[in-house]
Structure formats: structure tokens, C-alpha cells
């Protein structure tokens, strides 16, 4: 790496990028106006106030008194009302902090069932601020929120330097992965994506380790360590986990069956949190149980009509704020759109070009992109059957975002050097997403305080 520019220079931007991003978001975001935001918010206050985890009920009404009334006075006054904004501050009145009945919590609610990691580095930040008042523990917590996105930035520095031994690829990744309109808001809200993401981000940076140090130690365990922190953060990794196994078999030589066993040597302690988790928190048992009376056809009629299809896996994926009500400019969308078509161009019209490493990593965001997109939608089916509910939404795909990204500039570059341009293609992309979060930022600021 010190052959081929100063990389600490480079990581330090990426972490003072990712820092003051989310920062400055977490401090413009309206309280409790994060996805599911009071459900995670009184896990994590369970988590610190009682030190013990929540009681796994999905469906119930546990929230502690001091978030009941914020929820009322800030958070459902514009929730899913985009033409109203943020009502002043000063129309939270607190309960009493003092009194132990304004901070109790069985912390039951729709994230009960989730593993505990990334809300017990919530609790120790509200911990920090304990005696301090309720906003300000909230904003404690959301800046747990910010450090997993300050750590999914590094890892995707690690990937970029991993993947090409350029630092400046390193650095491009990790721009890409902190600028992501949508992984920036969740790495500025308290919400247990953040730890999935950055966890998803570190095992793809292992996996690119792998194949450059022909399976290191370390890479070997930071998969381990990746994988492992992927599944104490949200059950949905679980559907990471056969990609990475693929990915690592094919890093370390397919043809070789001791790649596939040291890929599910690597995954399984991961698999076995899962499995367990699944069984101590009760996870199928506390799905509500309300099921709808439509065939399986008309839901899928309208689960997979192309039109949701665009919003969910597209619009919400790359930028959908608040409670999926705040949006930006359909053009913004369309130049997004429009980025991944000429990234697949990239690498149709570079084919014959390009290394096996790099038709490798086509092949996989694709069919791993793929993969996932039907496994989420048959899950959504069958549970809308159960519970009546639409469930799925684009930021579920976020864990595969550091692979996609890697693809995108590998096909941006790709297109630039087949048409001859004087600028690289993937710097070109990143300046792209960083015009669109900025835009992401101002359509925020317009949207709550305007």
C-alpha cells in the first residue's frame, strides 16, 4: 500500500468524510424519524436503563412513557405526511427523567426479536449520557449509529485497496459506500442496519483479502469475526451468507472442494448465531397472526407488479428518508438508474478485456443481486399471505451494497477506457452520488425546516 500512494491520508478522509456525514445527520434528522426508529430507540433504553434484554413480543404497546410522548408531539404529527413540517422542539414536554415510570420498558415491540449487538453499543453511548436529558440520550444513541458507519466506510477502503492494491481505489469505495443516500441515513438513526451493514461491508473486504493473500489467517478471520457480528446484528444477513460462500470459493479456486469446506468453515459459526437466535427469541411464533383471505396469485399479482418493483428495489434502495415519505427528484432516480445500465455496458462492451477476477465479480453481484431480490420477495409473499402486511423494503438489499459498488466501478471504468474518455469512469460515478446525497441533505432540510 505505501508503494502506491499514502494511505492513511486516504483512510483519514474516508473516516473524516464518513464522521461529519453522519454527524451532521444524525443532528438533522427529527427525532424518532428514522425507520422504525421508537421501536429500536426503546430496545436500546431497555438495554440500558434495566440491562437486560426485551421481552420477545413483536406486537404490543411497551414503549417507556418519555418515548410515547415524543412519538406523539414530534415523530406523528408528520410521519407519512411529507407536506407537514418538523413542529418546534419546544413542543416535546418530557416526562419527569427522574422518575424511574418515565424510562420503564418491557422494550416489546417490532424489533424485540432482534440479536443484541448493535443495541448494546447504543446502550453504552446512552449510558455515557444517563442523567442527561432525553433528546440528548437519543442523539447518544444515534451516534453508536454513526460509528458503524464510520467503520463500514473503513471497510470498504479495505475492500478497494484489497481488490485492485491501489489506494486510491480504497478510497473511491469508501467515498461510494459513506455517500450512499440511503446507508448514510441508517448510519445516522438508531436502527440495527447500520451494524448489518458495516459487518456485510467487512465480510466482502475479507473475502477480496482472501484472494489477494491466497487465504491469509487474518482474512480467514476477519470473515469469521464479519459474519459472525452480521448475524448478532439482524436475522436478514442470513441471506448474505450463501453469496459469501460463493465468493469465497471462488477466490480461493472453485475446482478445489477444500475451497467450498474452508467457505463453510468460515460461515458456519455465523449460521449456527442464526439458528439459535431464531429459536430463543421465538422469531415465527411472534409474527402477527392476521391472514389475509387473497390467493397467493393476486398477492403476487400485485407484490411483483413492475411498477412497485421499481419503487422498492430502486427508489427506496438508494434513497427513501424518514418513514419511506421523504423523496427526492425523479431525476435524481433516473441518473441513478442510468449509472447502473452504463456499469452493465461497461462490462458488455469491455468483456473480452477484462481479467477472470473481474468477469467473477459480474457474474456474482449479478446473481447474488438476483438471488437475494427473489428470496425477499417469495419471503414477502408468504408472509403477507400470514400477517396481511407488505413487508419488504430496498434497504433490505444494503448488505450486498459493497459488492454492487465494486461493480459499478469496475463497469464504469471499464466503459470509460473502451470509449476512450479522458476521465475514469468509477470517480465519475462517485461524484455523481456524492451531487445526489448533497441533494438528499438539502430536499431534508426543506422537508423539516422549511
Known sequence: MSATGSWKSWLGFVVCLALARGVLLAGLVPPLNGPDEPAHFDYVQRVAEDLRLPVPQSVCAGYSAENRALTATLNEPIKF????????????????????????????????TYPPLYYATAAVAYRLEHDAP?????FAARLASVGWGVLGACFAFLLGVAWSGRVHDGALLGIIVAA?????????????????????TGAFAAVALLGREGGSRRAF???????????FSKPLFVFILPILGVAVAVVLDPRRFGSWLRAAAALAPAAVVLFAWSIHARTAENLPATPSSQPYAEIAAWSL???????????????????????????YYSALALSVVLAAAGFALGWRRLDAREHALAWLAAAGTVSMLFALNGVE???????????????YLLPLFPLQALALVTGSRALSRRLGGWMDGAWAFAAVLVLIDAASVARALVRYYA
Not at 419546544?90 to 416489546?108: E, I, K, L
Not at 450512499?180 to 456485510?200: K, T
Request: hydrophobic share 45%; proline share 9%.
Open 81 to 112: 405526511r411529507p407536506e407537514r413540517p418538523m413542529p418546534p422542539l419546544s413542543a416535546f414536554v418530557a416526562p419527569d427523567p427522574d422518575q424511574p415510570s418515565s424510562r420503564a420498558t418491557t422494550g416489546c415491540g417490532p424489533a424485540s
Open 134 to 138: 432525553y433528546l440528548q440520550r437519543l
Open 180 to 200: 450512499q443516500p440511503m446507508v448514510a441515513h441508517l448510519s445516522a438513526v438508531v436502527n440495527n442496519d447500520a451494524a448489518m451493514i458495516a459487518s456485510a
Open 221 to 231: 478471520y476477519l470473515l469469521v469475526a464479519s459474519t459472525m457480528a452480521g448475524a
Open 305 to 331: 407488479s413492475p411498477e412497485r418493483l421499481y419503487v422498492i428495489w430502486h427508489k427506496t434502495f438508494w434513497m427513501c428518508w424518514g418513514w419511506l415519505d421523504t423523496w427526492i427528484d425523479d431525476g
Open 381 to 395: 409473499i408468504v408472509l403477507m399471505r400470514k400477517t396481511s402486511s407488505a413487508l419488504i423494503q430496498g434497504r
